[in-house]
């Protein structure tokens, strides 16, 4: 049975651009929820924010390998 459905979230090699609150342009930064080395991301920003480096790191672990 070859069922070539790939219709799931992720069957693509395109990594999904996660939502990003803006940029602060001054302090308080908020901490990285990985590393907590300030990010670029004003301390009121909601959700998850990731410093530079670890955002990387994730586009890496999302993107396709191979
Ligand atoms: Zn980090």
Redesign the pocket.
């Known amino acids: 049975m070859t069922t070539t459905e790939s219709g799931g979230p992720g069957a693509s090699c395109a990594p999904e651009p996660a939502p990003r609150p803006p940029k602060a342009t001054g302090g308080p930064y908020a901490r ?1 929820v ?2 907590l ?1 300030p990010t670029e991301y004003a301390e009121s920003a909601k959700g998850i924010v ?2 530079p ?2 955002e990387w790191q994730e586009a890496q672990r999302n993107a396709c390998s191979g």
């Open positions: 990285c990985l590393c080395e990731l410093c480096v670890c």
